[in-house]
């Protein structure tokens, strides 16, 4: 049975938990070659890569920080050189105030 999405490749920002990570997986079981990217939390991207290869899936932990445009720059060059050209861009990657917004 051929997958949806065999052959090609997605690059999720911010899919080391919640959402991201949910998209991955999900991304991944359609047949896609998916790079995970991480700002912080390489633990919980090598888990959602293990889960991915786990069932048979193709996937990669990329670190980048999103704020960074050469590091940006860098997510993409290796996502190419993994497994070729991105078909998908998942844009999850978000950050939290912890502190009260002044004005």
Known sequence: ???KLEGKVALVTGAS???GAAIAVHLAAEGASVAVNYSSSKEGADRV???????????IAL?????NPKDVQKLVAETKKA???????INNAGFTNSRPWTL
């Not at 890569?49 to 996937?59: D, H, L, Q």
């Not at 670190?63 to 704020?67: D, E, K, S």
């Not at 497994?83 to 861009?89: P, R, S």
């Open 83 to 89: 497994f070729g050209a991105i078909d998908i861009l």
């Open 49 to 59: 890569v293990a889960e991915i290869t786990r069932k048979g899936g193709k996937a």
């Open 17 to 19: 938990k919640g959402i």
């Open 1 to 3: 049975m051929t997958k």
């Open 63 to 67: 670190h980048a920080n999103l704020t």
